[in-house]
């Protein structure tokens, strides 16, 4: 009998059941951690604006899909009730995060990196950066040790401390940190009308002509969910143009291609670890081409 989860070299299925089981604790604490982070980014202004009543709805309701979180449903109702009373809102939000962060203590580096994308995400969802946003980010960003090395890390810092020199927040400032925030998280729910979890951040230095990409005798791996259809179809066209893949990065990947949504086992909530081994390498100088899917469709479709 055909082992039905278990894909080339006997590998367990890409999205499939068997994953899901084993990673399904794994995955929950990363969807609270980014849920939480998230409610934290939207108080750090000490008040709700209207403008962050959308983005903060799109996110209810996904983390309402993907955990049947009921102070996700009631937090929907309450905006609908209470859509004239910012200030009544801001009390439920603070009230969900004390009573939440009880049940759920930050355990590992995961739930720190996947708290402060919430977080930053939560501060950016209205496009709109304040000074005290600001002083808490920075606060934030230096009690996360093992993340001072990520260079979008390191120029989001940067951002937020020139910012905050005088004391004061301009416009320039403000759009220049949440360019950096979408480095890290991608568009805010404001700009998409999507949720942000799960996004893709920006990849810096992605191959940006697909005609630059070449497939006879290159060494692919592939991560995310792709659009393009099976990763099983999407590996069949790249060896048939002469390619050959790997399930994992390493000194001799020549391209790491991206889909356009992240993973749901991936390792955080906006990258897994083949993206983070890739940039590893590329700050070293030896690491592969990043490929977004949208590339690599084009030089499929040559």
Wanted: proline share 2%.
């Amino acid at each position: 009998m055909v082992d039905t989860v278990r894909g080339r070299n006997n590998a367990l299925e890409h999205e499939g059941a068997t994953l899901a089981r084993i990673h399904a604790r794994s995955n929950t604490r990363k969807a609270l951690a980014y849920w939480l982070g998230f409610l934290k980014g939207i108080l750090a202004s000490d008040k709700v604006e209207t403008a962050e009543y959308a983005p903060l709805q799109v996110e209810a309701e996904n983390f309402l899909t993907l955990l049947h979180d009921p102070d996700a449903y009631e937090l929907i109702e309450d905006l609908r009730i209470w859509k004239n009373e910012p200030r009544e809102i801001h009390d439920i939000i603070e009230n969900i995060v004390v009573m939440r962060s009880r049940d759920f203590v930050i355990e590992n580096e995961k739930d720190e990196i996947n708290e402060l994308y919430g977080f930053c995400a939560g501060i950016a969802c209205d496009n709109r950066i304040t000074a005290e946003e600001v002083e808490k980010l920075l606060s934030k960003l230096g009690s996360y040790p093992r993340i001072q090395t990520d260079q979008r890390v390191i120029n989001l810092r940067s951002a937020a401390q020139r910012s905050i020199a005088d004391g004061r927040i301009t416009h320039e400032e403000s759009d220049d940190i949440c360019s950096w925030i979408t480095h890290l998280v991608g568009d805010s729910a404001a700009d998409t009308g999507i949720a942000t979890f799960g996004n893709v951040g920006v990849l810096d230095g992605a191959l940006a002509d697909h005609n630059d990409l070449i497939f006879d005798q290159r060494m692919f791996v592939l991560t995310g969910k792709f659009t393009l259809g099976p990763r099983k179809a999407i590996q069949g066209m790249i060896a048939d143009r002469g390619g050959e893949f790997k399930s994992s990065v390493c000194r001799n990947t020549h391209y790491l291609c991206v889909a356009a949504e992240a993973s749901r086992d991936w390792r955080h909530s906006h990258e897994g670890l083949k993206i983070m081994r890739a940039m590893e390498l590329r700050a070293e100088g030896r690491g592969p081409h990043l490929v977004h899917e949208g590339t690599l469709a084009q030089a499929l479709s040559r």
